[in-house]
């Protein structure tokens, strides 16, 4: 028998899909020698039987004597190998007995890991919630991880999982092999709800059904046969590595005790088979897709658009041979390539031979069709591959990637069972990918895909889609500007706007091999920043403040990642909640902002302006490289802590670097690559741009009177009838198509005070609301009011700014000049980023009012404060224009001091020193000082190196004293 290892989302035993199809066994009555297992014919019978059922896995709870796993091997059997503990009592609380339940259970796996009959160890099921609520859920979560690392320490060739269950699903499993549930749902759309649910929680590991049934007693034979046979089809449908029915036999002892009032087996306690066992077995048989399903599944075509991919193409075509579809065609566009990719795909379509499928499932030879074609890009490739498809689906996949035998049987599920036009699934990095491309499969910026819900996706990545060929051709297809990236988001925003869904398949998994060298990583994320930049210009809609704004959640195992979300959870009232909710929400700004473009941009451009600058003034580069070099230093820290945490098996030190330094290289790489797309965008899409751009300057002075606190009025009038509602949901769709639009907020019935709300930076909103009175003869007065009203963040950033102005007086008195000019500098951008967040929201919200009162034929009576619209815009410019002059020439009055007084300092005059006079005992009045105040010469503490009485001093230079101020600088601040 060969050892059973992980293949992406599914088991494999040597080079062939292996599907777990077990049943439980047990647990039975001790005999005198304290194992829980029938007498050795007995169970030599009972895997007999079980394997003429179908079965090829058993499930025991209690570590099983070697002949036990001996008699399984004779059949053919695997066993799943439970090592129970006491997780029903509190472990934690006695060190002890947690340091026991760690050393037995290493005990058990070096005996029994070597036996070919092992499949995996279950090290623990179910520990209870109201145990987890106990000790925490942290704490139990590292307490698995422990033994599952003293586990592997003692088998490291051996797999392992923990067995979950509902009531403590939060729990992170992700150290362990395979993510396990025990799920009894009797209704099959529930079930396969929930198991669309475990697939996001166990991401890219296999998911595993390791309890299923039904109570006969209960139930009766008819209903428990149906139940079970249900729910192992629903468990290989939604993609599960496979299913474990409970149980074998209805005997059962727990506790001390043979319970007799439940009687889950699939025979009785005489070994007579029920209904269930015959059910069970026709499921398994037709795992994971009956015959009849797949006379049903329509043709696809298989698109690979190559563009000098000689390296992998040949591993990418030699998977599609190996797929397990009734029914498709494979069409390869080489891209103008200049290596020998067009030549190998030429020599796969001349092979008639189909590889071996690693299932045991019928298919048939593909079509193969190569097209040569002169380098447009990839959207054009995708096209051209579109028009040749002669399938009801069109499946996309890349060059660099190897697909999984069932694949394309999994990703055409929600096309379908539901009314989606789109598919996707995950893709992961292959164990055998070199060190490097390793590393950066760890860090950010992959392809991933981004769930609205367990089933409906917001994007799918490139390397693994499927659209309907209609649904494509409906929207034109793939836009061709996009020559490098952003196409694949492009089109499932494009779908998604006609009012389309695209669904998710979690087990239509691809290996994508990613960048073999740093240099390769850099390039590949400038490209997809420069997309990006195209994106933000289609679709501004998408885009705050030049990040993308997802309505979904980003799905990926890496730290990075999860650190954007911070999970609530609700266990109801005292933890009883059998299925407990888990809320995700975005994490903080502040949390990822170290790792941010702008932020590792600011620190070192801080750093080089004090080391540029310590010459001339001490303070401020002193303050500029303490801060810059701070926010380096957490931008490192930020990143070593996600190399740390980041799931990396057999990783060396230099791994994890590695994997530190291209997350700090990722950010800067597309910072420049959004830099090179904003100069290089194509026409069409700055004409788009242009086109949403809002322009704000005409809208100052109506910002200006929001900033004073006043409150814009408008009325429109309307022969015809409207509805507030209709208006509002116009205005926030015309709101939300601007370029650079940002969040749009809309009130949900908790405020009475507005209906939609522009954020202003966190420090603030412009709140918008609206009334329609109703006239006679169907006519309409429709009211709008906005205002602007600070938030908490607003108001404690007004009291800082005014600390800091303050703080800045008392340095500018005591003669620090140069941190009190930095003080105002920074509290007068601050300022005016505010002001002109306020005008451009303003303007947003004029823009999209004059749009809907256009498409509904309002007329505009008046709008407030008072002054007319041109004689506002005309004063808002004169004020605009005085408080630039103004802010110009206080700085100006402010810096030309301090600049020359630096000057005199560093660079004296070259006029002759003149010879100080002999120190008199004559009386030296200081002016200006109060009447009569003198200072006498016997006062004046004497050169360290004084001349003798009565002689000159020696001509020197002045020192050169901290915060003095020479008299030339005294007259010119004057």
Same mark, same amino acid.
């Given at each position: 028998?060969?050892?059973?290892?992980?293949?992406?989302?599914?088991?494999?035993?040597?080079?062939?899909?292996?599907?777990?199809?077990?049943?439980?066994?047990?647990?039975?009555?001790?005999?005198?020698?304290?194992?829980?297992?029938?007498?050795?014919?007995?169970?030599?019978?009972?895997?007999?039987?079980?394997?003429?059922?179908?079965?090829?896995?058993?499930?025991?709870?209690?570590?099983?004597?070697?002949?036990?796993?001996?008699?399984?091997?004779?059949?053919?059997?695997?066993?799943?190998?439970?090592?129970?503990?006491?997780?029903?009592?509190?472990?934690? &609380?006695?060190?002890?007995?947690? &340091?026991?339940?760690?050393?037995?259970? *290493?005990?058990?796996?070096?005996?029994?890991?070597?036996?070919?009959?092992?499949?995996? /160890?279950?090290?623990?099921?179910?520990?209870?919630?109201?145990?987890?609520?106990?000790?925490?859920?942290?704490?139990?979560?590292?307490?698995?991880?422990?033994?599952?690392?003293?586990?592997?320490?003692?088998?490291?060739?051996?797999?392992?999982?923990?067995?979950?269950?509902?009531?403590?699903?939060?729990?992170?499993?992700?150290?362990?092999?395979?993510?396990?549930?025990?799920?009894?749902?009797?209704?099959?759309?529930?079930?396969?709800?929930?198991?669309?649910?475990?697939?996001?929680?166990?991401?890219?590991?296999?998911?595993?059904?390791?309890?299923?049934?039904?109570?006969?007693?209960?139930?009766?034979?008819?209903?428990?046969?149906?139940? =079970?046979?249900?729910?192992?089809?629903?468990?290989?449908?939604?993609?599960?590595?496979?299913?474990?029915?409970?149980?074998?036999?209805?005997?059962?002892?727990?506790?001390?005790?043979?319970?007799?009032?439940?009687? /889950?087996?699939?025979?009785?306690?005489?070994?007579?088979?029920?209904?269930?066992?015959?059910?069970?077995?026709?499921?398994?048989?037709?795992?994971?897709?009956?015959?009849?399903?797949?006379?049903?599944?329509?043709?696809?075509?298989?698109?690979?658009?190559?563009?000098?991919?000689?390296?992998?193409?040949?591993?990418?075509?030699?998977?599609?041979?190996?797929?397990?579809?009734?029914?498709?065609?494979? $069409?390869?566009?080489?891209?103008?390539?200049?290596?020998?990719?067009?030549?190998?795909?030429?020599?796969?379509?001349?092979?008639?031979?189909?590889?071996?499928?690693?299932?045991?499932?019928?298919?048939?030879?593909?079509?193969?069709?190569?097209? &040569?074609?002169?380098?447009?890009?990839?959207?054009?490739?995708?096209?051209?591959?579109?028009?040749?498809?002669?399938?009801?689906?069109?499946?996309?996949?890349?060059?660099? *990637?190897?697909?999984?035998?069932?694949?394309?049987?999994?990703?055409?599920?929600?096309?379908?069972?539901?009314?989606?036009?789109?598919?996707?699934?995950?893709?992961?990095?292959?164990?055998?990918?070199?060190?490097?491309?390793?590393?950066?499969?760890?860090?950010?910026?992959?392809?991933?895909?981004?769930?609205?819900?367990?089933?409906?996706?917001?994007?799918?990545?490139?390397?693994?889609?499927?659209?309907?060929? &209609?649904?494509?051709?409906?929207?034109?297809? /793939?836009?061709?500007?996009?020559?490098? !990236?952003?196409?694949?988001?492009?089109?499932?925003?494009?779908?998604?706007?006609?009012?389309?869904?695209?669904? /998710?398949?979690?087990?239509?998994?691809?290996?994508?091999?990613?960048?073999?060298?740093?240099?390769?990583?850099?390039?590949?994320?400038?490209?997809?920043?420069?997309?990006?930049?195209?994106?933000?210009?289609?679709?501004?809609?998408?885009?705050?403040?030049?990040?993308?704004?997802?309505?979904?959640? $980003?799905?990926?195992?890496?730290?990075?990642?999860?650190?954007?979300?911070?999970?609530?959870?609700?266990?109801?009232?005292?933890?009883?909640?059998?299925?407990?909710?888990?809320?995700?929400?975005?994490?903080?700004?502040?949390?990822?902002?170290?790792?941010?473009?702008?932020?590792?941009?600011?620190?070192?451009?801080?750093?080089?302006?004090?080391?540029?600058?310590?010459?001339?003034?001490?303070?401020?580069?002193?303050?500029?490289?303490?801060?810059?070099?701070?926010?380096?230093?957490?931008?490192?820290?930020?990143?070593?802590?996600?190399?740390?945490?980041?799931?990396?098996?057999?990783?060396?030190?230099?791994?994890?670097?590695?994997?530190?330094?291209?997350?700090?290289?990722?950010?800067?790489?597309?910072?420049?690559?959004?830099?090179?797309?904003?100069?290089?965008?194509?026409?069409?899409?700055?004409?788009?741009?242009?086109?949403?751009?809002?322009?704000?300057?005409?809208?100052?002075?109506?910002?200006?009177?929001?900033?004073?606190?006043?409150?814009?009025?408008?009325?429109?009038?309307?022969?015809?009838?409207?509805?507030?509602?209709?208006?509002?949901?116009?205005?926030?769709?015309?709101?939300?198509?601007?370029?650079?639009?940002?969040?749009?907020?809309?009130?949900?019935?908790?405020?009475?005070?507005?209906?939609?709300?522009?954020?202003?930076?966190?420090?603030?909103?412009? +709140?918008?609301?609206?009334?329609?009175?109703?006239?006679?003869?169907?006519?309409?007065?429709?009211? =709008?009011?906005?205002?602007?009203?600070?938030?908490?963040?607003?108001?404690?950033?007004?009291?800082?700014?005014?600390? !800091?102005?303050?703080?800045?007086?008392?340095? +500018?008195?005591?003669?620090? =000049?140069?941190?009190?000019?930095?003080?105002?500098?920074?509290?007068?951008?601050?300022?005016?980023?505010?002001?002109?967040?306020?005008?451009?929201?303003?303007?947003?919200?004029?823009?999209?009012?004059?749009?809907?009162?256009?498409?509904?034929?309002?007329?505009?009576?008046?709008?407030?404060?008072?002054?007319?619209?041109?004689?506002?815009?005309?004063?808002?410019?004169?004020?605009?224009?005085?408080?630039? $002059?103004?802010?110009?020439?206080?700085?100006?009055?402010?810096?030309?001091?301090?600049?020359?007084?630096?000057?005199?300092?560093?660079?004296?005059?070259?006029?002759?020193?003149?010879?100080?006079?002999?120190?008199?005992?004559?009386?030296?009045?200081?002016?200006?000082?109060?009447?009569?105040?003198?200072?006498?010469?016997?006062?004046?503490?004497?050169?360290?190196?004084?001349?003798?009485?009565?002689?000159?001093?020696?001509?020197?230079?002045?020192?050169?004293?901290?915060?003095?101020?020479?008299?030339?600088?005294?007259?010119?601040?004057?």
């Amino acid at each position: 028998m060969q050892r059973i290892g992980v293949d992406g989302k599914f088991l494999r035993a040597g080079d062939r899909r292996f599907l777990v199809k077990g049943v439980t066994y047990g647990t039975f009555a001790p005999d005198r020698d304290g194992d829980q297992y029938p007498a050795l014919a007995t169970v030599r019978d009972d895997f007999a039987a079980m394997a003429a059922a179908g079965f090829n896995t058993v499930r025991v709870y209690t570590p099983p004597p070697v002949w036990v796993l001996d008699e399984a091997a004779r059949a053919g059997l695997r066993v799943m190998i439970g090592l129970p503990w006491t997780q029903h009592v509190a472990f934690l &609380d006695d060190r002890d007995l947690a &340091d026991s339940i760690r050393r037995d259970v *290493v005990r058990h796996v070096r005996a029994l890991a070597d036996h070919p009959a092992a499949l995996m /160890f279950a090290l623990g099921n179910e520990v209870p919630p109201s145990v987890v609520r106990w000790h925490g859920p942290g704490r139990v979560e590292r307490f698995l991880r422990a033994l599952c690392d003293d586990a592997r320490a003692a088998a490291p060739e051996a797999l392992f999982t923990y067995v979950n269950y509902p009531p403590t699903s939060y729990l992170d499993l992700s150290p362990f092999d395979v993510c396990a549930f025990n799920v009894y749902l009797h209704r099959e759309n529930d079930l396969r709800g929930y198991l669309r649910q475990l697939q996001s929680v166990a991401g890219h590991k296999p998911l595993l059904l390791a309890e299923a049934g039904a109570d006969s007693v209960r139930e009766g034979h008819e209903a428990q046969a149906a139940i =079970t046979a249900t729910h192992v089809r629903a468990a290989f449908a939604e993609g599960a590595c496979g299913a474990v029915a409970f149980a074998w036999t209805d005997e059962w002892w727990r506790g001390g005790f043979d319970v007799r009032d439940w009687s /889950f087996g699939l025979v009785d306690r005489g070994r007579r088979p029920k209904p269930a066992l015959a059910a069970v077995s026709r499921a398994f048989a037709d795992a994971p897709f009956s015959p009849e399903d797949r006379s049903r599944w329509p043709k696809v075509s298989v698109v690979v658009c190559a563009f000098n991919a000689a390296e992998t193409i040949d591993e990418c075509l030699v998977s599609l041979d190996a797929l397990d579809y009734p029914d498709y065609e494979v $069409i390869v566009v080489n891209d103008g390539s200049t290596d020998r990719t067009g030549e190998l795909a030429r020599a796969w379509a001349r092979d008639d031979r189909r590889a071996s499928r690693g299932v045991d499932a019928p298919g048939c030879r593909p079509a193969k069709h190569v097209l &040569d074609v002169a380098n447009g890009g990839l959207s054009r490739a995708r096209n051209i591959g579109l028009e040749q498809a002669s399938g009801e689906i069109v499946a996309y996949t890349d060059a660099d *990637v190897r697909v999984d035998p069932l694949w394309l049987a999994y990703l055409v599920q929600p096309l379908l069972t539901s009314d989606v036009v789109g598919s996707g699934g995950p893709n992961v990095v292959p164990a055998d990918d070199p060190r490097i491309a390793q590393s950066v499969a760890r860090a950010p910026g992959g392809p991933t895909h981004v769930l609205l819900d367990d089933r409906i996706a917001e994007h799918v990545p490139g390397c693994n889609m499927a659209f309907r060929r &209609d649904a494509l051709l409906a929207i034109g297809g /793939f836009n061709p500007i996009y020559l490098r !990236a952003g196409d694949d988001v492009d089109v499932c925003w494009r779908l998604q706007a006609r009012g389309w869904k695209i669904g /998710f398949s979690p087990a239509a998994i691809v290996w994508h091999r990613h960048r073999a060298t740093v240099r390769a990583y850099w390039r590949q994320q400038a490209g997809y920043g420069e997309g990006e930049t195209w994106l933000a210009l289609k679709h501004p809609d998408k885009f705050v403040g030049g990040d993308m704004l997802w309505r979904g959640r $980003i799905y990926s195992p890496l730290p990075f990642v999860r650190a954007l979300y911070r999970a609530r959870l609700n266990t109801g009232v005292w933890g009883t909640a059998p299925f407990p909710s888990v809320y995700n929400s975005g994490a903080s700004g502040l949390s990822f902002l170290p790792t941010s473009a702008g932020w590792i941009v600011m620190s070192l451009a801080l750093i080089a302006f004090g080391a540029l600058t310590h010459w001339l003034a001490r303070d401020a580069s002193r303050a500029a490289l303490l801060i810059g070099c701070a926010g380096l230093v957490a931008t490192i820290v930020r990143c070593l802590k996600f190399a740390r945490d980041v799931e990396y098996s057999g990783a060396r030190l230099r791994d994890r670097l590695l994997v530190a330094w291209l997350h700090i290289v990722q950010p800067l790489a597309r910072l420049r690559g959004r830099i090179r797309g904003h100069f290089a965008a194509p026409s069409e899409l700055a004409e788009h741009a242009a086109a949403t751009t809002v322009r704000w300057l005409p809208s100052i002075g109506r910002g200006l009177a929001l900033t004073a606190g006043l409150r814009l009025d408008r009325r429109f009038w309307t022969e015809s009838w409207t509805s507030l509602p209709a208006l509002l949901d116009q205005l926030v769709t015309a709101l939300r198509r601007q370029r650079g639009a940002g969040r749009v907020d809309v009130d949900e019935g908790w405020s009475q005070s507005w209906d939609v709300a522009l954020p202003i930076g966190g420090l603030g909103r412009l +709140e918008a609301r609206g009334l329609v009175e109703e006239h006679a003869r169907g006519a309409c007065l429709v009211r =709008t009011s906005s205002r602007v009203r600070p938030t908490g963040g607003g108001i404690v950033g007004i009291f800082a700014m005014a600390g !800091a102005i303050a703080a800045a007086m008392i340095l +500018e008195d005591a003669g620090r =000049t140069m941190p009190s000019l930095a003080i105002v500098l920074v509290c007068a951008l601050a300022l005016f980023w505010t002001l002109r967040r306020i005008v451009l929201a303003s303007a947003r919200m004029q823009a999209a009012l004059a749009e809907v009162a256009e498409a509904n034929a309002l007329i505009l009576l008046d709008e407030g404060p008072s002054l007319k619209p041109a004689l506002a815009g005309v004063a808002a410019g004169t004020l605009q224009a005085s408080f630039v $002059i103004a802010i110009g020439a206080f700085f100006i009055m402010t810096a030309a001091p301090t600049v020359w007084d630096a000057a005199d300092d560093y660079f004296p005059s070259h006029q002759p020193q003149q010879a100080a006079p002999a120190l008199v005992s004559k009386p030296i009045v200081v002016s200006p000082v109060p009447a009569r105040a003198t200072v006498t010469a016997r006062s004046i503490p004497p050169p360290k190196s004084a001349p003798p009485h009565g002689k000159a001093l020696a001509p020197h230079t002045p020192l050169r004293t901290h915060g003095t101020v020479s008299p030339q600088g005294e007259r010119r601040r004057t």
